[in-house]
């Protein structure tokens, strides 16, 4: 084929999985909400006026990040077992990625919050950090910083700490079944089996203990029903293993009821539905005449998910410290000034994922430290 002809080739078009981009944007727009109905003089002030919606948001709309753990082992247990085969790949090399592609933009984000935490510090003292160490800073890098005891340098670090933990410990699970000796078949199944009982080990167990919320063993729970319901729309009997699913839920919600959990149940269910449409060619909005222009705005906003999830903070910074009347009788200027931080950091979402977060995940930091390294040392 002639390099004319390739060039009239239409390339393949990916096919979004557009039901998990609208989970992701949904979760990240509340946990936004959220914060704003936290900190500062703009929740405050808006609380004077509305004060059961900002209630709402501050009690519920952090649980919104069962949302992204769900989610998170699906697409994980899907990049590391696409098709149910075994793991494919080097366990240093898998972790060491998805650390780069975590820690990069983290560490963005980080400046960002300190820079703007040191223009903001005269007005909003409670909200920036009373601090700030090379340890803290290292332990943070290394995303140690829960483990370690120190303080969060910006909202939602512990999160990403959390989740390479979350990965880490998925991809150990399928290594140890890659390693035994027996058939491929039995190991193929093996694998998701341990996943399995380790999610029902968090559920009934280490998610009861709060001094191990800075532990993967604690949240392992809600991520491995995500990656569940990956393994379970690969085989015939899906809607049995839901049930078995449900049912160790139930059984942990009998325990001790917590409404993360009873979220996280949830969110499998609703995600394992709308996978199944997915596969048999029904996909979200396929059938809304709307659709040509929801679904762009759908894949735009999941796209930039995680941006708007590290960025938005300084945003809020910004705003409420431009905002400095605490007075109830501003309530609904102040609503306008949430509104703004609102929108705001969807936009500043925008080129963080630009010129951050996509460049992270492409840059290979591996073999360029191998070619620098030896020349390093030859000088």
């Known amino acids: 084929m002639s390099s004319a002809d390739q060039a009239k080739t239409p390339r393949p078009k990916i096919q979004r999985l557009l039901?998990?981009?609208?989970?992701?944007?949904?979760?990240?727009?509340?946990?936004?909400?959220?914060?704003?109905?936290?900190?500062?003089?703009?929740?405050?002030?808006?609380?004077?006026?509305?004060?059961?919606?900002?209630?709402?948001?501050?009690?519920?709309?952090?649980?919104a990040v069962q949302v992204f753990?769900?989610?998170?082992?699906?697409?994980?247990?899907?990049?590391?077992?696409?098709?149910?085969?075994?793991?494919?790949?080097?366990?240093?090399?898998?972790?060491?990625?998805?650390?780069?592609?975590?820690?990069?933009?983290?560490?963005?984000?980080?400046?960002?919050?300190?820079?703007?935490?040191?223009?903001?510090a005269h007005w909003l003292p409670e909200l920036v950090p009373a601090s700030l160490s090379l340890p803290q800073l290292l332990a943070h890098a290394t995303l140690l910083h829960g483990v370690l005891g120190y303080d969060s340098l910006t909202v939602g670090a512990w999160y990403v700490a959390i989740d390479l933990q979350l990965f880490a410990l998925l991809m150990a699970l399928l290594w140890v079944a890659r390693q035994l000796a027996l058939p491929r078949a039995w190991r193929r199944v093996i694998g998701p089996g341990l996943v399995m009982l380790l999610t029902v080990a968090s559920l009934w167990l280490f998610n009861r203990i709060a001094a191990l919320d800075s532990w993967a063993l604690y949240f392992f729970g809600a991520y491995g029903l995500g990656a569940m319901v990956h393994w379970l729309g690969l085989i015939r009997y899906r809607r049995l293993g839901l049930a078995l699913l449900s049912?160790?839920?139930?059984?942990?919600?009998?325990?001790?009821?917590?409404?993360?959990?009873?979220?996280?149940?949830?969110?499998?269910?609703?995600?394992?539905?709308?996978?199944?449409?997915?596969?048999?060619?029904?996909?979200?909005?396929?059938?809304?005449?709307?659709?040509?222009?929801?679904?762009?705005?759908?894949a735009h906003l999941g796209t930039h998910s995680f941006a708007l999830f590290l960025v938005h903070f300084p945003i809020c910074l910004l705003v409420n410290a431009l905002f400095e009347h605490r007075d109830p009788e501003f309530g609904w200027q102040a609503l306008l000034a949430l509104l703004s931080a609102w929108a705001l950091s969807n936009?500043?979402?925008?080129?963080?994922?630009?010129?951050?977060?996509?460049?992270?995940?492409?840059?290979?930091?591996?073999?360029?430290?191998?070619?620098?390294?030896?020349?390093?040392?030859?000088?």
């Open 347 to 379: 936009m500043a979402a925008v080129p963080f994922y630009r010129w951050i977060e996509a460049p992270a995940g492409r840059l290979r930091l591996l073999p360029l430290l191998a070619r620098l390294l030896p020349k390093a040392l030859r000088a």
């Open 69 to 120: 753990l769900v989610v998170g082992g699906f697409l994980s247990a899907r990049a590391l077992s696409a098709q149910g085969q075994l793991l494919d790949g080097r366990l240093p090399e898998l972790l060491w990625r998805r650390y780069q592609r975590l820690v990069l933009p983290f560490m963005a984000a980080v400046a960002i919050t300190l820079l703007v935490s040191a223009l903001v």
């Open 19 to 63: 039901h998990v981009d609208a989970m992701k944007a949904l979760a990240a727009q509340l946990i936004v909400l959220h914060h704003l109905s936290a900190y500062g003089p703009i929740s405050e002030s808006v609380h004077a006026v509305l004060p059961q919606l900002m209630d709402w948001l501050y009690h519920y709309g952090r649980m």
């Open 247 to 298: 049912a160790a839920v139930v059984l942990a919600l009998m325990m001790d009821f917590r409404e993360r959990l009873l979220l996280a149940l949830l969110t499998a269910l609703v995600l394992a539905a709308l996978q199944q449409r997915h596969q048999i060619g029904r996909c979200l909005l396929a059938d809304c005449p709307r659709a040509p222009y929801i679904a762009p705005l759908i």
